[in-house]
């Protein structure tokens, strides 16, 4: 239960385009997901808050117009990278919230199963 | 504001024994806490985690931690390593007013047969 799909697993796109990654939420509605950063070594980095209907709050130093977040359903999220460049290449992960569901202890987070983009 | 420090970035341990993984945090209400999981190149996969009631919660592949209120820690344990332990490990305290998570630096986890 609660189970988090992203897509693609992994990407390779030339320095200029646009990339953009899905996080499906399957077998729930999740009115929040995260999108984190991840660089090699590392803890994760949270880039944004995606909240369903509603603008994305995004974390201090990232760039809202290089990372676009829409999360226009109950269950789907993306993020958008655009005019990718070499130093965009990373690990991105999204997460979603999820409450209620008294067999899996009434609270928790899903995270997906990443994306390594690179960006050449 | 909340946070989590973990101690010790990496930890070595011998197929067999005990596995230890500290993890201590600052929060200023009631936290919920949770033990992550990842293996290279894949998302993060839930061990266990405290929001209430029983302060020692089992988890996945015989994992188990005890939420310390007086210590402010959270410390995993599992009584004897598989090689299939090594992974990094990352302990998170939760929610804050916006609902996210506050991750610690992650302990990475080498087991030697």
């Known amino acids: 239960g609660a189970v988090v799909s992203q897509h693609p697993s992994w990407v390779i796109c030339k320095s200029g385009t646009s990339v953009k990654i899905e996080c499906r939420s399957l077998?729930?509605?999740?009115?929040?997901m995260f999108w984190y950063r991840q660089f090699p070594k590392q803890s994760l980095m949270l880039m944004a808050t995606?909240?369903?209907?509603?603008?994305?709050?995004?974390e201090q130093g990232v760039e809202k117009d290089k990372f676009l977040i829409n999360h226009a359903s109950l269950t789907l999220s993306t993020l958008t990278v655009t005019s990718a460049h070499p130093e965009d290449s990373s690990f991105y992960i999204c997460?979603?919230?999820?409450?209620?569901?008294?067999?899996?202890?009434?609270?928790?987070?899903?995270f997906g199963s990443g994306t390594r983009l690179t960006v050449v | 504001a909340q946070s989590v420090t973990q101690l010790g970035s990496h930890v070595s341990v011998s197929e067999g024994a005990l596995v230890l993984l500290r993890c201590n945090y600052s929060s200023s209400v009631p936290p919920y806490l949770f033990w992550y999981v990842q293996y290279p190149n894949q998302g993060l996969q839930l061990l266990l985690k405290y929001t209430t009631g029983a302060t020692l919660v089992k988890g996945i592949n015989g994992f188990e931690a005890e939420f310390k209120k007086s210590e402010t820690s959270f410390h995993l344990t599992k009584p004897s390593a598989h090689m299939s332990d090594a992974a990094e490990y990352f302990c998170a305290v939760g929610p804050d007013a916006g609902n996210k998570l506050t991750f610690g630096g992650g302990t990475r986890v080498l087991v030697k047969p």
């Open positions: 077998d729930f509605q999740a009115t929040t």
């Open positions: 997460s979603a919230r999820w409450t209620g569901r008294r067999n899996l202890g009434g609270y928790g987070y899903t």
């Open positions: 995606s909240n369903e209907g509603s603008k994305a709050t995004y």
